[in-house]
């Protein structure tokens, strides 16, 4: 499948995941919302341009805005993820050139630490940026910390499954091939 | 000049960046009072056509119990059919409407119009609902939404087959309500942490409360008929910087599982408003 239509398909899948499952289900508590959907500007192959980047991370967003009725909100920490991501992958990765071996970010392409490091990092600044908007408007500084934490575990366990559920299969792209 | 150019075309990820986050917020500080664009419209129908497919799947689980809560409300409207006709005073009446009023003199003050959900949040801070009626089946903004257990929001967004409304989970809502023992008026709001209690608010400390009494919509709320339903007194706490109690109410609507809803319009909200914006001459 070429990785246009797979990322087309991946977009449409977390959209309506996010939309009509993880927002649907009963709070377990007021301060946990789970969210998955930034996975997919996490999943992006390695050679995509930082501009292409950036305005997928605000098309994702604004989708989601739309079917959840508040615009801007999710928009804001998708575009800051998306500029964020080439610094981090280059931080991460920068001696091995993994970029021209793999398509795109995962445990196999990157190795189990880094990636945890990367997405742990992304989960947390998502959060951290989409509750301090959240909190602008009203909330307690007990409420935004709470909310940063207790929502960074629960997307984590959930991207965690996810990577076990839906193992990528990476090939080992070579110059000769 | 040229300097200006080499600064764009170096920086430009960092200023398309800025750009992008600037755009996300004005959108969210525009939208935190009422969409204005028509855009919101646009975009309003086309969530709205595809939410109603999923619908057409997620009802199916729900039917029996829809089925129930439909029959009961049935039974309800039978046994209250007058409860939505107002008495004018007859003494001056000057000439009668035949369509406005029935033979006993009274006049249409509530026109009750059945609508479907067909999209619902609950778990945001700003909960809104999409209903599948629009503005070709007569709905108008500030329309009253009520489910057969208790009133569930406003109307604030029409187009020509959706409506789009503010659920009372949703910061920004503020109901007039009362007591319905003492017929206390006060103010009803959602503090944002737990679907299934509002905050009742404006009760003075000398009011008579308990836990368990009704809370209802007051007389002076435009919008809603007087004594909808709106929960019953959980938890009452005194404010100490105040000289009024904080309610906690559980409200009767299960936002959860809300599917079948009524709008209902106030067919002289015009007029009342009207009226009310007439500046007092002898101020």
């Not at chain 1, 009963?26 to 919302?33: A, D, K, N, R, V």
């Not at chain 1, 929502?151 to 990528?168: A, H, N």
């Not at chain 2, 990820?13 to 986050?21: A, I, P, V």
């Not at chain 2, 619902?120 to 629009?134: D, E, F, V």
Request: charge should be positive; proline fraction near 4%; aromatic fraction near 14%.
């Amino acid at each position: 499948m070429s990785l246009l239509i797979k990322n087309i398909i991946r977009f449409v899948l977390f959209i309506l995941i996010q939309v009509y499952i993880l927002s649907q289900v009963p709070p377990l508590h007021q301060f946990i919302t789970p969210y998955l959907y930034f996975l997919f500007i996490l999943w992006l192959p390695f050679t995509i341009s930082r501009t292409a980047l950036l305005f997928l991370g605000f098309c994702l967003g604004i989708t989601l805005d739309y079917f959840l009725g508040v615009p801007g909100l999710h928009a804001a920490p998708c575009v800051l993820i998306a500029y964020l991501r080439p610094f981090l992958i280059n931080l991460l990765i920068s001696q091995e050139g993994t970029e021209l071996n793999y398509a795109e970010p995962s445990i196999k392409s990157m190795g189990f630490t880094p990636y945890s490091l990367y997405v742990l990092v992304f989960t947390f600044v998502h959060h951290f940026y989409l509750v301090l908007i959240e909190w602008m408007h009203f909330g307690t500084f007990l409420y935004f910390l709470g909310k940063v934490t207790a929502t960074t575990g629960v997307s984590l366990i959930l991207i965690f499954i996810t990577e076990m559920l839906f193992f990528r299969k990476q090939q080992f792209r070579t110059n000769t091939g | 000049m040229k300097n200006i150019f080499i600064f764009i075309r170096r920086y430009f990820n960092f200023l398309f960046f800025m750009t992008l986050q600037i755009i996300c917020i004005i959108l969210l500080v525009k939208n935190s009072d009422t969409y204005g664009a028509t855009y919101a419209n646009i975009a309003n129908e086309i969530t709205g056509r595809i939410n109603t497919q999923y619908n057409t799947v997620h009802n199916f689980f729900n039917l029996r119990e829809n089925n129930l809560q439909l029959q009961a409300e049935n039974t309800r409207l039978k046994n209250l059919l007058g409860s939505n006709f107002e008495t004018t005073d007859t003494t001056f009446i000057k000439h009668i409407d035949s369509v406005m009023t029935d033979t006993l003199g009274k006049q249409r003050k509530y026109l009750w119009l059945p609508a479907k959900v067909v999209n619902n949040t609950i778990s945001q801070q700003y909960n809104y609902m999409t209903i599948h009626r629009g503005s070709n089946q007569g709905v108008k903004k500030d329309m009253a939404v009520i489910s057969s257990t208790g009133i569930a929001g406003t109307i604030i967004d029409v187009s020509e087959n959706y409506c789009r409304a503010m659920s009372l989970l949703h910061r920004n809502s503020k109901v007039s309500s009362m007591l319905k023992k003492s017929q206390i008026p006060g103010s009803v709001e959602w503090d944002g942490k737990d679907p299934y209690y509002l905050t009742l608010r404006k009760i003075p400390k000398s009011t008579p409360v308990a836990k368990g009494d009704s809370v209802v919509t007051s007389n002076y709320s435009a919008n809603f008929p007087p004594n909808m339903m709106i929960g019953i007194v959980s938890e009452i706490t005194k404010d100490p910087g105040s000289n009024d109690f904080i309610i906690q109410i559980k409200t009767s609507t299960n936002f959860y599982t809300l599917e079948y809803v009524n709008i209902v319009e106030n067919l002289q909200l015009e007029e009342q408003r009207r009226l009310e914006a007439v500046k007092v001459k002898n101020e």
